[in-house]
């Protein structure tokens, strides 16, 4: 509407500055303001389809503010098992090396009554 208000401030400038106005220009002027009136329509289409989408699109985002939540606790109770069994596997790492550590002096004390005693 801004662009039609402008053009007809134009002509009416240029009608008041020559008196009148042929039905060449006359014509031309409705054509003119005919071509706005369907570009203003065609905008305002698009402009609504458009603002259609933005609802589409921040509803969907709104939609995902409940999953994203249960996600996120999710990864955080995945997140203190992981830590739980790292422990685990810490304590168990610990637990074979002192039964390889008995093992290896039981070991030791065998082959050593063995050799003492030499062959039978």
């Known amino acids: ?10 002509f009416s400038v240029e009608i008041q500055a020559r008196g009148s106005m042929d039905s060449a220009q006359l014509d031309h002027l409705n054509t003119l303001l005919e071509d706005l009136r369907r570009a203003d329509g065609e905008f305002r289409t698009h402009l609504e389809q458009i603002l259609g989408v933005q609802e589409t699109q921040a509803g969907m985002i709104a939609s995902l503010g409940a999953p994203l939540k249960q996600l996120a606790a999710a990864l955080a109770s995945l997140a203190a098992r992981v830590d739980e069994l790292a422990a685990k596997v810490d304590l ?29």
């Open 1 to 10: 509407h801004h662009q039609a208000y402008r053009l007809g401030q134009y």
């Open 92 to 120: 168990i790492t610990d637990v074979q090396r002192q039964t390889d550590s008995r093992l290896n002096v039981i070991i030791s004390t065998v082959d050593d009554l063995i050799r003492r005693r030499g062959p039978s």
